[in-house]
Structure formats: C-alpha cells, structure tokens
C-alpha cells in the first residue's frame, strides 16, 4: 500500500462517515449497492487482473455467499457476525473445490467451469426447494444495520457494508504489492517463465480463485442482511456478466479499479432507469443491456485499461505539473 | 418403454443437431481468429426472431428464412467489424472474450428493444401430423431439422474442403503467422468465419423456432449448450463438435424423464466431467478444420 492509497482511503472513509447526514435515502441506497458490488468486483479484479483467469460464474459464489448466510440465520438462529464469516468459507471452499482440477491446466478453462457453476447453481436453488425454498425464495433474514438512534437504516447498514469494503480494499491493495501479487503478476505475465522461476503456478491461481470467491460470499451474504429477502433470480448470468463489466470498465489491472467500475456502473444503471421511466412496459433495461454491451467492447477496444488506467495517466501527466507550481524553484 | 427410449433419443437429436450447428460456429470462429464468440447463440435468436417478424408481416416462409439468415450473417460481420477487428492480435484472448461478451448483450439488448419479452411462433416447414416410426411419434419439424442440419454440414464441408476460401481459413486455423506469409488477408478471414458462423447459426434458429418459442433470450442457453459441445469436441475440432453437440442432445434427451428440471444442469456436469478427465476433447487435440 503506498501513502496515496491511504490517504484515499481516509478520504473514501471520511465521505462515507459523513453521508448520512446529507445525502438522501436514494442516494445512501446506491452508496451501499456499490460497497456490495465493489467487494465482488475487487475479487474479480485480482483474479482476472493479476492472474489473467476469468470467472464467467461469480454471481453464483455471491449467491452461495447470500443463501448460506440467510438460512443459517433463519433456520438456526445464528448471528450474522457468525454466518458471514462461514458464508464467505463456503465460497471460498467451492472455489477451492471446482478450482484445484481445472486450475493445473494452462488456458481459459476456468471461464468455462465457472460458466458451469452458475448455471448448475441456479438450477439447485430453483429445484432443491426444501432448502432453498425453490423460486419464491423466503424472508426474514436479520439486518446487519449497527443500532444508532436517529439514523435511518440506509445509513446505519451502509456503515456495516463499507466498513467491510474498506477493509477488504486495504487487503487487496496490500496483497497486490505482497509476494503473492508478484507470483500472481509474474503468472499473468507468463506461465511458463514462472514455473521455471519457481513459483507454483497452480497454487498460486488455486488461492486467488477461492479468495476472489470468498470476497463474492462475503459481498453476498452483506446483500443478504441488507434486502432481509432471498431469491434465486438476482444471482443469474446476467449478474455475473455484470460484475466483469464492473471489473473491465474500472480497470482490471487496478484494485481500486473495481470500486470505481462498481460505482459507475451503478450510477450509470440509476440514471438510465430514471430517464428512460417506463419507455418499454414489460421489460426492464433494455437499453442498459445494450449500452453495457457496447461500453465492454469500447473499454477493450480503445482504453484496455478502464477507468483507473484513465485516471492513473491523467494523474501522471498532472502532477508533475502541479508540483513545479507550487515548488518553483525545485524545479 | 422402448418407445420411450426411441422417443427420447428422436428429441435428443432434433436438440443436438441445433447444439451442432452453434457448436460448429464457435469452432470456426474459434480456429480463424482465436476468439471464443459468446455470441454465437444470439445469432440462432436473431435467425428465429427475424424469420418470425417477416412470416407475421406476410412474408412467405422460404422468403424470411433466407432473410433472416442473410440478417445474423450480417450481424456477424458487424461484431467483426465493430469490435474483433481492431482487437485480434492486439488484444490479450481474454480481451477478446470481453468483445464477445459485449456484443452478445447487445445484440440481446437490441432484440429486446425491437422486439420486446413476448415469445414468437414461427409455422412448420411442412404442417402436417407427426409421423410413426419405431413407436416413436416424430414431429415433422424434427425431421427437418435434422435435414437442414445435415444440408448445412454437408454444405460447409464442402466450403471448407472445395473452394479457394476454405483453404484460406482452413491456413488461418492451422498457423495465423504462416497464412499472412503466403499472402492471406487473415483480416477477411475472420470477417469470412464470423459470417459464417452467423449465418450457420440462424439456420438452427429458423429451423428450431416451430418447436420452441422464439424469445429475445434464447440465445443465452442455446450459446452456453453449444460452447460445452464444441469444448467437449475440442474446441478447434469442427467434426468432433458436431459429434458434441449431438451427444450433448442425446444426454438431455435421455435425462428429461428423469428431471427436466436438472436437465439444464446435466450440460454442465459433463463439462466439468469432461475437463477433469479429458481436457482436450473426447476426441483429443487438433484435428482443427481439417488439415491445409
């Protein structure tokens, strides 16, 4: 972690400290979806950034994360602060699990078995209706919002969720300059050239798998005590596409990339939905689909570096100048 | 109950041979450009979905068939040349599978804008009463699927063997550097192979349609059967996918009386299966689209 990523830390912090005093139910709703998605897409991005394997499958570790979390609180009576930590081992050992055979092999078979994850996961919740209560899904999952009197639960829940984005945003930015981010660069670089460097590849690929998971369970299991309802529809496909566009958008090479993605593409879904009110009965985000489409294959194209890669060469160009004019004469 | 088998295995060739047709346009796009395309089941959506547009504006069935084909062939060359184009050979494989992805949820998008949730019915080839054979009631669109699958292989076959094309893809498939060195526009290749496989693709669309609904997101598990065929032939093997494909079908045909609410599932099962046991293929590495 360098001194600028704690100083934006602090300031993420500060600003999330203080929005419940100014900012609107609304907008406390889109500041706690982004900490949810962030946390998913920060585990996106160490996987598909450092270790150059893809997950076509996360919405079903977010999911595993969400139900664990649920029917163990509502079918034993167990605290959250208990269930989350097991929701996030849960997604963390299935990732262990699927990984360890399909990760000893060199390509994008990953993509390919988690692709049959989510599928064979969705068809369990739907099917296996004496756990997961089947389609219509249950309710009555407890709330995680700290009690603070005065305090809408918006902003008391969005305190619980961003305390836990913070951190896993600090362990990730520390991670990726650890020996493991420099295996796991060195593996994204070249299979080959680390292995013969020493490093077991498999291994390697093997932890940031089920941590990339574990991070999707955690995210899903705060969803879950956040809606206090679960149903298997939210954790199709669709979302786990959605969540790589987060990482692709924010930039993939980039841990603060991921909350970045995970923001704008949050708000850009927002806006869409509020000024296009209804154009189509019927149907919901016809046009976020197609602008979504359109963004991954404009971000790939021309700015493979998303966002933050954006923001990383505007800094770079900015700053040197800044510092000549307030240091004239060190220049 | 062996009428049952036989009416089991007739609907799980009729489903095969449509996993066959995806499955052959992922291995062709695959080979030329290194590109898994995740939209190739959106190119047997937009087969059905144009073929039923034009049949409800009056247009004979034969007429939108061909223009619905002409349609996703044209799709396909815009998912060319709006995003792969610029990309091969620049851009990381996995930056390509984000291209792929991305056009996927857009053509979805569009679909669904242009066509809206409701479910689409297209008319048999030729409407008529099942037939009877082996005790087994045969639908007389099954019969044509498997005609126009098997005319569409045979067609391709000959594509690729025959004709000075072919054997430029065929080049491109097998050695990318040496097919640019002896004067191949790989570029137009790969223009040439995602047509291809748009074009090959709504065919299993239009001839799918009767039996199914057509709907905006069917592409979706269409896209995801085929690719677990093609992987399960091997991914460059353009034989082995079509024998994936029908295998694929076969299973689920079987395995729908057991559970059709698993049935979805099973396709996944056996690509995992087949990844830990096999990971090239039930038929092993390359024999690509056949050999220069």
Known sequence: MTRRDLILLGAVAAAILVAPVFASGYVLGILVTTGLYGIATIGLVLLVGLAKQVSLGHAAFYGLGAYVSGLLGTRLGLHPLVTIPLAAAAAGAVAYLVGRPVLRLRGHYLAMATLGLGVVFQVILNEWVDVSRGPSGFSGIASIAVPIPGMTRDGRTLYVIWAVALAILALSLWLVRSRAGRALRAIGDSEIASELLGIGTATWKLRVFALSAAYAGIAGALYAHYVTFLSPQPFGFVFSLELLVMAVVGGIASVWGGMIGAFTIVVLTEVLRRSLPSSLPGASGELELVLFGAALIAMVVVWPTGLAGIAASIGARVTPRLRRAIRPAHG | ?292
């Not at chain 2, 088998?5 to 060739?13: C, D």
């Not at chain 2, 062709?28 to 034009?54: C, P, R």
Request: glycine residues 14%.
């Open chain 2, 1 to 292: 109950m062996t009428s049952d088998l036989a009416q089991y295995l007739v609907t799980g060739i009729a489903l095969g041979s449509i996993y066959a047709l995806v499955a052959l346009g992922f291995v062709t796009v695959f080979s030329v450009t290194g590109a898994i395309n995740f939209a190739q089941g959106e190119f047997v959506m937009l087969g059905a979905m144009i073929a039923a547009q034009l049949v409800r504006a009056g247009l004979p069935l034969p007429l939108a068939a061909v223009a619905a084909v002409a349609g996703a062939a044209l799709v396909g060359a815009l998912v060319h040349q709006l995003g792969l184009r610029q990309a091969v050979g620049r851009v990381s494989p996995l930056g390509l599978v984000m291209i792929t992805i991305g056009a996927a949820t857009a053509i979805r998008g569009l679909a669904l804008l242009a066509w809206g949730t409701d479910p689409r019915t297209l008319p048999s080839f030729t409407p008529g009463p099942p037939l009877e054979a082996a005790g087994a009631v045969i639908d007389r669109q099954t019969v044509w699927i498997v005609i126009t699958t098997a005319a569409v292989l045979g067609l391709v076959y000959l594509l690729f063997q025959r004709t000075a094309v072919g054997r430029a893809l065929r080049a491109c498939a097998a050695d990318l550097v040496a097919a640019r060195l002896v004067g191949i526009d790989a570029r137009r290749m790969g223009l040439i192979s995602l047509v291809l496989s748009g074009a090959v693709g709504a065919v299993g669309g239009v001839a799918l349609a009767p039996i199914t609904f057509a709907s905006y997101d069917m592409g979706l598990m269409l896209g995801l059967k085929g690719f677990v065929a093609a992987v399960l032939g091997g991914m460059a093997n353009a034989p082995g996918a079509v024998a994936g494909g029908l295998i694929l079908g076969i299973l689920e045909g079987f395995a729908t009386p057991i559970s059709s609410g698993y049935k979805d599932a099973l396709a996944f099962l056996v690509l995992i299966g087949v990844m830990l046991v096999r990971p090239h293929g039930l038929f092993g590495g390359g024999i690509g689209l056949g050999r220069v």
